[in-house]
């Protein structure tokens, strides 16, 4: 047991015994889960930080590579205290002439284990807190800039369930986010954030002649209220994600008929992306969505031959590739 040091008045814990069996478990794990063994132990990296590599692809790799484990995709490593994660984050816009192939490519990724799968936009709704302003004013530091600590043991991280090293990526992740990194095609992006009357009077004293500095305060308040209220399901996908196994996936069908894609949309794939989740955005339509807030070197696009603005979403059955054949046959003939 750990027993209590009179002079400093804290609890030591360097001296316990260890066991026989506990000498032999570390020492195996020393030699045989070396970093650089590929033979890693569960949860090996689980307090890591997480770096993802993003992989630029064609689009027949996005099936390939989607179904390897990150520690067999091109760029996987681990540096210091931090895992790379090799992961894809591509559109496709179009489609095939041959819509079952198409539908075939869909459904293969979004059959593989731990997948969210949306077609109605956006994927979530997003009701800030009343009190949003008040949060974001109350984690910020004299440099006017979130600060870390503050946001990990603040009353409304609502994250504590979740492991220790998950928890600080979300946290460094929101410190990033809130800064507003390059990816960000402008500065302007917001959700509906209600003001009481003295903030609405206190934002028109202090940016009535600087508009672009009142729209930064709103995205970073919006983007702040978003990502300190992630879905449960979002927070399962990672909260299950052993780093070098396995990669969760966001697959994404919208053909322009259920709902818009939304700002709150795009600070959601951005977030799941930089924690090495595979998002994949099919648009048969070929319209704009992800685009419209993220600059496109942040991810890859693939244009298809055709445009199908009615293409529902459907698997294929016994009977489509039936239909395809004879089509086919009558084709050659």
């Given at each position: 047991m750990s027993h209590l040091n009179e002079d400093n008045n804290k609890y030591e814990t360097d001296n316990r015994t260890e066991t026989y069996a506990f000498k032999a478990t570390k020492e195996f794990k020393e030699k045989f889960h070396d970093k650089d063994s590929y033979y890693y132990e569960p949860w090996q990296f689980a307090d890591y930080e997480v770096c993802a590599d993003t992989l630029k692809t064609t689009y027949d790799e996005i099936n390939i590579w989607s179904s390897e484990e990150a520690v067999i995709r091109p760029g996987w490593k681990i540096e210091g205290n931090k895992v790379h994660v090799p992961n894809i984050f591509s559109k496709i816009s179009g489609v095939y002439e041959d819509v079952v192939k198409y539908r075939d490519d869909i459904n293969t990724l979004v059959d593989q284990q731990n997948v969210l799968f949306f077609k109605r936009f956006p994927m979530f709704r997003i009701f800030p807190p009343g009190n949003i302003v008040k949060i974001y004013s109350s984690l910020l530091n004299k440099k006017g800039q979130i600060d870390k600590e503050r946001l990990l043991t603040s009353e409304?991280?609502?994250?504590?369930?979740?492991?220790?090293?998950l928890q600080e990526n979300i946290a460094d992740r929101i410190l990033e986010f809130?800064?507003?990194p390059d990816f960000w095609k402008a500065?302007?992006?917001?959700i509906?954030?209600?003001?009481?009357?003295?903030d609405k009077f206190t934002n028109f004293l202090m940016y009535k002649n600087d508009k672009s500095a009142r729209e930064r305060l709103m995205m970073k308040i919006s983007i702040l209220s978003i990502m300190l209220n992630l879905d449960n399901r979002l927070l399962n996908i990672l909260q299950n994600f052993d780093?070098?196994?396995?990669?969760?996936?966001?697959i994404l069908y919208n053909n322009g008929k259920s709902g818009n894609f939304s700002f709150s949309d795009?600070?959601?794939l951005m977030f799941m992306n930089s924690m090495g989740v595979d998002v994949v955005i099919f648009n048969p339509a070929g319209t704009n969505d992800i685009e419209n807030f993220i600059d496109e070197s942040y991810?890859?696009?693939h244009r298809l031959q055709f445009i199908n603005q009615n293409l529902r979403y459907k698997r294929n059955n016994f009977f489509t590739y039936l239909i395809r054949k004879i089509k086919i046959f009558f084709k050659r003939g």
């Open positions: 409304y991280w609502k994250y504590t369930s979740l492991k220790s090293g809130c800064a507003l500065k302007c992006f917001s509906n954030i209600r003001f009481s009357l003295l780093y070098p196994l396995n990669v969760p996936k966001i795009a600070v959601i991810f890859d696009l």
